[in-house]
């Protein structure tokens, strides 16, 4: 045995939940593999019907609108205001649950003749969610109802002024709540009030605001099934978690992102490098598209990327998808400076169960990324902080069993303000209390998850050798998309394989290996994603690895072969 190169694991395989002879069953009944089923029962679909409403989630297993009160009670008042002519304006956000979620009621409105001003703030310049410099000028505008969307929820201030400028206030959020809410006409909040979908994004939430409205503005109702696509991009980027509600709406708005339609949306596909008409999961969204759509809002303007959604003349979508690339390229290279730099810093606290970093210099626009890697790295949770116009701003990303919103909730008296939710979360702070911040946070963390540094766990679905892995297989795990929380891609337990090569690849970022299964006497490639770090200067080849991976499907010059992505090695001998 030699010293492993990465941290030490913690892993446990998942013991099948029922009998050989019920999974034969289900299997037989519904079409597809033993092993589907399994996974499915792992998942909480212990019977048929179970079963068969997760492959197949259609639109009718939603309740209906009427179970959420709220939605007919706003419907109702914005109907009034579009009958009497009144001016509406849609305040958006700046990320892509923001945008997407601003771009559907703008596309709803226009498929309604309704006319509608939408602005989304600027990072730099605005900051998230209201502020009082808009709420004027809307005023001046003489914009008599405001609707919000993916925010409002912690802008009491600034919604008592729009109201105290005579304006009526309908406001659509998803983040967590405080103890009071705004003084707005109507909240429609999933965590607020007795809401059927408490996992909703600020685009499912808008989805069904829409859908409300449909009902009652004058003129033949639209088909709302075509603002789908729109719910699926924001709720797959906002990684909320993937319970029954946003099961349905992600699975059916894939459809769409992949029929792509929608020029933008088509043009964005061929800038992350996919054909326009290609089938995509909550991968290629999550890392393809989003990040796109991301880009404009971290590093400009996030009314570019609304554009794009909402285009409707392909040359036109194709010049500002290429523009969204360029910044893009731009992200990502910043990201890589930060990371870099943060990754050093965070080595300075080896002790601290949460890792508190900041640099003045630092770009805000990539902060929460950056936070993600490193607990991705350091698993644990870590708030990323900047200087902007004299108070430190900045994002935080949390492990799975720390709550981070209740974290910062204990360190409140500290802070000019926070929001986001348990593992996700925005805030800012005079900086003469970034030292306390540290120290407070790191206790907040021990609060929750006790002494010791959490250490890195992962659950496997099943054991699974080289085999047992065909195209028919592959294809077939892809019945349990959308992937995300609550319902994360299969990983699985491979036998012992041996190394017989080892490369690097992406500027040295990402480690390759040819791997040898004795059992089948198959051999398959595998990619480690950015373990150049700790794994480049050490040779594996000739050594046997025992892998947590998910297997796919990958195409290059035309060729298409089964790759592993590995997702820890587990043992090394």
């Not at 089938?279 to 996030?302: T, W």
Request: charged residues 25%; glycine residues 8%; proline residues 6%.
């Amino acid at each position: 045995m030699i010293t492993n190169p990465v941290p030490k694991i913690k892993w446990k395989l998942k013991k099948p939940r029922a009998s050989r002879e019920q999974l034969h069953k289900l299997a037989h009944e519904l079409e597809v593999s033993p092993i589907l089923c399994a996974l499915l029962h792992q998942r909480g679909m212990t019977t048929y019907e179970d079963m068969l409403f997760f492959l197949s989630p259609g639109l009718r297993y939603l309740p209906p609108l009427e179970t959420w009160p709220e939605l007919q009670e706003a419907a109702t008042l914005i109907t009034s205001f579009v009958s009497s002519g009144k001016k509406i304006a849609v305040w958006g956000d700046y990320d892509v649950d923001g945008i997407a979620s601003a771009a559907l009621l703008q596309d709803f409105f226009s498929l309604k003749g309704v006319t509608a001003l939408t602005l989304l703030p600027h990072r730099i310049r605005d900051g998230y969610g209201l502020n009082m410099a808009g709420i004027e000028a809307l005023a001046r505008d003489e914009v008599k109802l405001l609707i919000t969307v993916d925010c409002g929820i912690s802008n009491h201030q600034e919604i008592a002024r729009a109201r105290e400028l005579g304006m009526r206030v309908v406001l659509t959020d998803h983040h967590l709540p405080g103890r009071e809410l705004p003084e707005a006409d109507v909240v429609i909040n999933p965590k607020c009030h007795d809401s059927p979908h408490e996992s909703l994004a600020g685009v499912g939430t808008a989805f069904f605001l829409a859908a409300a409205l449909n009902r009652t503005l004058p003129g033949t109702p639209i088909d709302v099934r075509i603002l789908l696509d729109l719910v699926a991009l924001g709720t797959i980027a906002d990684l909320v978690p993937l319970d029954a509600t946003n099961r349905i709406l992600v699975k059916n708005g894939l459809l769409l992102l992949s029929e792509a339609k929608r020029p933008g949306i088509y043009a964005l596909k061929e800038a992350a490098g996919f054909c326009g008409t290609d089938s995509v999961g909550a991968g290629e969204v999550g890392f393809g598209l989003a990040p796109r759509i991301n880009a404009a809002g971290r590093l400009d303007d996030p009314a570019l990327a609304l554009e794009l959604l909402l285009c409707k003349d392909m040359d036109r979508a194709r010049r500002i998808s290429g523009k969204l690339n360029t910044m893009n390229s731009q992200r990502k290279k910043t990201e890589e400076e930060i990371l870099k730099q943060a990754r050093e810093q965070a080595k300075q606290y080896p002790r601290h169960s949460g890792l508190a970093l900041f640099d003045p210099r630092w770009h805000p626009g990539v902060l929460g990324i950056v936070a993600s890697r490193l607990v991705e790295e350091f698993n644990r949770p870590c708030l990323v902080l900047t200087m902007e116009d004299g108070l430190i701003r900045g994002s935080g990303r949390s492990v799975a069993d720390f709550d981070l919103y209740l974290g910062l909730l204990t360190l409140q008296d500290q802070l000019c303000g926070f929001g986001g939710h348990s593992q996700a979360a925005g805030l800012s702070l005079l900086p003469e209390y970034l030292d306390s911040l540290r120290e407070r946070f790191h206790h907040a963390v021990q609060e929750q998850l006790g002494p010791n540094l959490p250490q890195k766990e992962i659950e496997l679905d099943a054991e699974l050798g080289f085999d047992a892995l065909s195209a028919d297989f592959l294809q077939e795990l892809e019945l349990l998309q959308p992937f995300g929380p609550q319902n994360p891609r299969p990983v699985f337990l491979s036998p012992p394989l041996r190394v017989l090569d080892q490369t690097l690849f992406g500027k040295d970022r990402h480690v390759g290996f040819v791997l040898s299964d004795p059992d089948s006497g198959l051999r398959l490639r595998g990619q480690f994603w950015r373990q150049g770090n700790s794994l480049g200067q050490q040779s594996l080849k000739g050594k046997t690895l025992t892998l947590a991976y998910t297997p796919s499907m990958n195409t290059y010059r035309n060729l298409t072969s089964i790759r592993l992505n590995i997702r820890e090695i587990l043992e090394i001998t």
